[in-house]
């Protein structure tokens, strides 16, 4: 079974630049998470989707942050005008809500905004 | 804040050697998850747990909902142990929306 997929693995940025980051969960799963870890940090929530659905989104910079999951499998975390404090791994993860919220990550997309 | 509180924040071991790693909550969760993130940074699911306790070959963890912690205990410890461990316990039940602690930095020496 594939497992969560993320690309690209590294994005290096001037501030103001765009950037966006992709994830194919684990097929099945229902819901699908964006989390963003800072160096030696733990990963902090920015939003997740159940099916298509926002199910929060309290976490996401409104401003220059944005998700979508339009059919209910794929995402895209899409950052504009980037920012240095930015500069983190972007993680993706995947369960099945349904069943339990076991939780499975990709590998991660490492950002880094000069 | 410290919702999720994990102890020690770095630890090293020599290889062979017994440990317990702890996570403390100020949350009602009924659910917790233990993780390792490995020096590349994939992080990998260890255990999910309801109240009680699992065993994984050398990993045994226990989750003690009414006094609120998580212990995960390291049977002779192995160079690729080395990582930094995580849990992370819901944000309210049923919500499936995890709160991360800040990890457990794991060096295992030979």
């Known amino acids: 079974e594939a497992g969560v997929t993320q690309s690209p693995r590294y994005a290096v940025l001037q501030e103001g630049q765009a950037v966006s980051f992709w994830c194919d969960p684990i097929?099945?799963?229902?819901?699908l998470y964006w989390y963003q870890q800072p160096r030696d940090q733990g990963p902090q929530l920015l939003v997740y989707?159940?099916?298509?659905?926002?199910?929060?989104n309290s976490q996401l910079p409104s401003d220059r942050f944005s998700a979508v999951r339009p059919k209910g499998t794929n995402s895209t975390l899409k950052i504009q005008s980037a920012k240095q404090g930015d500069t983190a791994t972007y993680l993706c993860?995947?369960?099945?809500?349904?069943?339990?919220?076991?939780?499975?990550f990709g590998e991660g997309s490492k950002l880094t905004v000069l | 804040g410290d919702q999720v509180k994990q102890s020690p924040s770095a630890l090293s071991l020599q290889e062979g050697t017994n440990s317990a790693l702890r996570c403390n909550f100020s949350?009602?969760?009924?659910?917790v998850q233990w993780f390792l993130q490995n020096p590349r940074g994939s992080l990998m699911n260890l255990f999910y747990?309801?109240?009680g306790t699992k065993e994984n070959g050398r990993l045994k963890s226990t989750f003690n909902s009414k006094e609120s912690y998580s212990t995960l205990h390291i049977r002779d410890a192995q160079l690729e142990d080395s990582g930094t461990y995580f849990c992370?316990?819901?944000?309210?039940?049923?919500?499936?929306?995890?709160?991360f602690g800040s990890g457990t930095q794991l060096t295992v020496m030979p």
């Open positions: 989707f159940r099916d298509e659905a926002v199910i929060d």
């Open positions: 949350i009602a969760t009924t659910t």
């Open positions: 992370a316990a819901e944000a309210y039940p049923g919500s499936w929306q995890l709160i």
């Open positions: 747990l309801v109240p």
């Open positions: 993860a995947s369960s099945f809500a349904r069943n339990t919220g076991q939780l499975y």
């Open positions: 097929s099945g799963h229902d819901t």
